[in-house]
């Protein structure tokens, strides 16, 4: 299997605004050194809390964020040395879906035209073919031909998320990142839009980087999970390792309290474990592991030492 | 909110057409446009119908409307006859509104989406100078300039544009620091869109509302600013407005009220027009608004 | 005679396709230290059930049209606002599922609490924040005095929520109305709110509405479930019996439709169970079951709206199912 990208030591920074003229500027890392590979045709999953920085790794990964350090080779080629135009042409290759089908598209466009858009700024075939193929794409997705001239205001949320996805293949693309598809839409909507990445995926051989924080989610669409928590992967393994063998704290802990069909109020069930408090502030982070504070299986020198990510997993007493 | 589109038949229309529909179904606007048209009218081809010179003295000063048949409106303090002042004054007036507020959209929007969009310095930098122009006095300044150069319609259009542009700026700027930011953004330059088509296509049709309100606002404040201009005798003196006709006679207002009232009536009903027609223009290129 | 009876509730809006019929006869019942579950796809009508209970349906373009609200045996339809205003916070509370916007920004989440309880009850000031502290640490905010004058942006999204239940429970009502009390929560947290409701309904015996779209969620939490589509309940029962043996097509769907999340095994899982299409809006319902469009298992007798009826512990409204044909 051949690796279509390839992040090494992925690290962003946002400079904060200053809190006095002569304070010294603070930053927040909200991506820190991470490492990764996503394999031509599967769905690289990468789940956490909210501000675990998944959103900034995966847009840094693509070049859609600004101050990123380190390396993103997307097929051999290293994309932040790429020149703008050269970026540009790439894109045809790299697409995106987001999470709110509300914001993400256009609201003074017809969504006709925000198909289309890609083919023209790309310069992609001709008027005529450019326009076969938003039929094509339309009918791909699961939308009518007669649905063509409206605007994206007159769909449902999952409807604009077609909309997003017939965007997002216009161009013929190798990979498309999600940024949590689903996470906006009701269950019943969500299982059609994760039926229909399924089966584009088969159908296109196309890679996946795929955003949730919904363990359901990417238990169902993902191959391989990295678990971020504060800007850091803390583990990474294939799905089945993952949700048969857990080992990272935190990855048990994500894993006790998601809900569950199985766990109810009748039979007493109570949750095994519990976190207690929130994650820290990503400015300022701790020194040593970023989950020490809330870990049932903290020691001393998980307050002092950051753990190295080896075998998968980044955690002290679970590499011992 | 309950939309869905699987009732909706479209009917594919022209984007202007479906437009040019929205507009005529607000009331409102379509009388702006009504009394617009008229004005225009007026201005343009009334001196036809009534033929009259506006410059000519014809009649003792201060007659007062409806008494002689010949000057149904009256005539100034020198004599001249209303209704032809009225009619030719017209067009100058217009211009300078309208040339004033394109002025004032284009550097506003230009200076405003460069600071908005790109940030940082050059935000600084944009807005340091647009600090500079909202500063200074708008009348004093406008007159300096006036006064520097030939006090001819062109100068005060300019004029009024220079001064009154920043406002429009910081509106836009604030319109596209909110949307740059919006997912469809992002979206547009993961397709590989342009800075500048980004700026044009994407975030400009969004930010227009507010402008488009402000430009209407624009070109009745222009107008007004030449009346003012005009008032403190700064106006061009050998091409007859409705703000010269206020600013020459307004010595007299006690003794006789309409000479600036017409006028004044005249640049209100124009302004209130415009306004409506804003709008009418706001809602019709909202596609939210539209029927589902 | 349970605590409280929502019996046969007709809510109107005013729209610009003319009145729409939001919520069309929706009859529940909740009795005292129990949690009843409300679950339905977006817009179906759970927020307007629980604001109709609140008396606070925006009027317009809202208004009730029909029905009765008995809390404790009092009518709450048409009473005056004062008594309203009374029972609003003594008698019943309601979080939202907001916790950012639903906090006043410019005061501490100590005046907010302490304000709420001088409301209700005839205490000093001092006295009303020392409460607000206990209730503060009760619902597990560490340094709870340090905490009590922090401003809401301050405070994480979770500890916001608590706030907001601290200051529901301060005058121990006997309603509580949840309106997707965790769904802006990480699921870390969102565990840690259910156990914390969980905690107060034992120890006040408090009546517990649990408006949620998440199956999970009403695992854990209910012990009774109204599933909602379009305006109406179209199924009811104990919890078990809904999650085990739904008998509704779209609770079927509902259910069948999540992803599972036990132990990965070897290659992909299998596509998910869908419900095709979606809900129709309020103004295109027609006279049938508002599920048809969706259902697989529609026939003629559907061109009628069903009601709700057939077993009295676990009614649906659905004629395949009280005909046995699924
Ligand atoms: N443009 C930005 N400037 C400054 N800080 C930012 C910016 N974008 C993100 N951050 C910060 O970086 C951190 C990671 O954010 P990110 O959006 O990547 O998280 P996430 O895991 O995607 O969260 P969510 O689940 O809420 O989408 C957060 O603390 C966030 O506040
Ligand atoms: N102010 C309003 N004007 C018109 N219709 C309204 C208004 N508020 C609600 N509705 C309609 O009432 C219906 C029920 O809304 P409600 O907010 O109760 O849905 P919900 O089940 O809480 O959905 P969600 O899961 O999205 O919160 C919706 O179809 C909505 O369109
Ligand atoms: S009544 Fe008919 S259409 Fe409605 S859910 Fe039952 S079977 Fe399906
Ligand atoms: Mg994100
Ligand atoms: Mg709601």
């Known amino acids: 299997m051949s690796v279509i990208l390839e992040a090494k030591d992925l690290t962003v920074r946002f400079p904060m605004p200053r809190k006095s003229l002569f304070a010294e500027r603070q930053h927040l890392e909200a991506v820190r050194s991470i490492s990764f590979q996503l394999e031509k045709g599967r769905t690289l999953g990468i789940v956490g809390e909210s501000g675990s920085g998944k959103t900034t790794a995966a847009m840094a990964s693509i070049r859609l964020t600004g101050p990123a350090t380190g390396a993103v080779e997307f097929e051999g080629e290293d994309l932040f040395t790429l020149d703008d135009e050269a970026m540009r042409k790439r894109r045809a290759d790299i697409q995106l879906i987001f999470q709110d089908p509300y914001s993400s598209l256009n609201p003074r466009d017809r969504v006709s035209h925000i198909v289309q858009e890609p083919l023209d700024l790309l310069e992609i075939g001709d008027e005529a073919s450019r326009k076969a193929r938003v039929e094509e794409l339309f009918k791909l997705v699961g939308l009518r031909p007669d649905q063509l001239n409206l605007f994206p205001h007159q769909f449902s949320g999952g409807q604009r998320q077609r909309i997003s996805i017939a965007r997002a293949l216009a161009t013929n693309p190798k990979l498309i990142v999600c940024d949590e598809p689903v996470s906006a839409l009701d269950v019943a909507i969500q299982a059609q839009i994760l039926n229909l990445l399924a089966k584009l995926q088969e159908e296109l051989g196309l890679s996946y980087l795929f955003i949730s924080h919904d363990l359901g989610v990417i238990r169902q669409v993902c191959d391989d999970i990295a678990v971020m928590y504060l800007g850091r992967i803390v583990e990474q393994a294939s799905r089945d390792e993952l949700f048969t063998n857990p080992r990272h704290p935190y990855t048990q802990a994500l894993l006790a309290a998601a809900p569950s069909l199985a766990r109810r109020k009748s039979s007493g069930a109570k949750r095994p474990q519990q976190l207690k408090g929130d994650p820290p502030s990503p400015i300022n982070p701790p020194p040593g592991c970023a989950f020490a504070e809330r870990c049932p299986l903290a020691e001393a020198v998980c307050k002092q030492m950051p753990p190295p990510l080896e075998n998968g997993v980044a955690c002290h007493v679970a590499n011992r | ?292 | ?326």
């Open chain 2, 1 to 292: 909110m309950s939309d869905s589109a699987t009732t909706t038949t479209a009917e594919a229309q022209s984007p202007l057409r479906e437009a040019w529909i929205m507009f005529r179904r607000n009331k409102p606007a379509l009388v702006g446009m009504a009394i617009l048209s008229l004005i225009i009218l007026a201005t343009l081809y009334g001196a036809f119908i009534f033929t009259g010179d506006a410059y000519d003295i014809v009649w003792a000063p201060h007659e007062p409307p409806l008494v002689t048949p010949e000057f149904p409106l009256g005539t100034d303090y020198l004599g001249r006859d209303l209704v032809a002042g009225l009619l030719t004054g017209g067009a100058p007036t217009l211009a300078v509104g309208a040339a004033a507020a394109a002025i004032t959209m284009v550097i506003g929007v230009a200076v405003g989406a460069l600071a908005g969009f790109f940030g940082g310095w050059v935000d600084n930098a944009l807005m340091r100078f647009t600090e500079f122009f909202q500063v200074l006095p708008a009348l004093l300044f406008a007159m300096v300039l006036v006064t520097l150069f030939t006090p001819s319609l062109t100068m005060i259009a300019i004029a009024i544009g220079v001064v009154s542009w920043p406002q429009t700026a910081r509106l836009t700027r604030a319109e596209f620091m909110k949307i740059k930011n919006l997912e469809y953004v992002t979206a547009a330059r993961a397709i590989g869109a342009k800075n500048g088509r980004i700026m044009w296509r994407v975030i400009l049709p969004n930010a227009l509302p507010p402008l488009i309100v402000s430009a209407t606002l624009t070109v009745g404040v222009a107008i007004l600013f030449e009346a003012g201009l005009s008032f403190l005798g700064l106006g061009d003196p050998n091409t007859m407005s409705w703000g010269l006709m206020i600013g020459s006679n307004r010595a007299d207002f006690l003794e006789a009220w309409w000479p600036v009232t017409f006028p004044g009536v005249m640049i209100f009903l124009t302004v209130f027009a415009v306004s409506l027609i804003g709008d009418g223009l706001n809602d019709a290129f909202n596609p939210k608004l539209r029927e589902r």
């Open chain 3, 1 to 326: 005679m349970a605590l409280l009876e929502i019996n046969d509730l007709k809510v109107e809006f005013g729209t610009r396709y003319g009145p729409v019929t939001a919520l069309d006869g929706v009859s529940l019942e909740v009795e005292a230290g129990e949690t009843l579950g409300v679950v339905g796809e977006s817009g179906c009508g759970k927020s307007i059930t629980a604001l109709s209970v609140m008396g606070l349906i925006p009027s317009p373009p809202g208004k009730i049209a029909g029905g009765s609200i008995k809390l404790g045996g009092e009518e709450l339809i048409g009473l005056p606002d004062k008594r309203l205003r009374q029972l609003r916070g003594s008698d019943m509370a309601m979080i939202f599922q907001e916790p950012m916007t639903s906090l006043n920004p410019v005061f501490t989440a100590g005046d907010q609490i302490a304000e709420a309880i001088m409301l209700h009850q005839d205490v000093g000031k001092a006295e009303a924040f020392n409460r607000a502290v206990e209730l503060l640490d009760r619902v597990g905010i560490p340094e709870a005095r340090r905490r009590a004058s922090d401003y809401p942006h301050q405070l994480s999204g979770g500890m916001r929520q608590r706030v907001m239940i601290a200051m529901a429970v301060s005058c121990q009502p006997k309603v509580l109305i949840a309106d997707e009390p965790t769904t802006a929560l990480d699921v870390t947290v969102q565990a840690q709110i259910f156990d914390l409701l969980n905690d107060i309904q034992r120890d006040f015996g408090t009546a517990i509405i649990m408006i949620t779209h998440d199956m999970g969620a009403i695992a854990e939490m209910a012990d009774r479930v109204a599933v909602m589509y379009a305006g109406k309940v179209i199924e009811q029962g104990v919890a078990d019996d809904i999650l085990d043996n739904p008998k509704h097509p779209y609770a079927q769907g509902l259910i069948a439709c999540i992803p599972a999340l036990g132990k990965g095994d070897a290659g992909r899982p299998p596509p998910l169970a869908e419900i095709p299409g979606v809900v129709p809006p309020l103004h295109l319902l027609g006279e049938g079951c508002a599920f048809a469009d969706r259902c697989a298992h529609k026939y003629d007798a559907c061109a009628k709206a069903p009601v709700l009826g057939g077993d009295t512990a676990h009614p649906v409204a659905c004629h395949a199912s009280a005909e046995a044909r699924i």
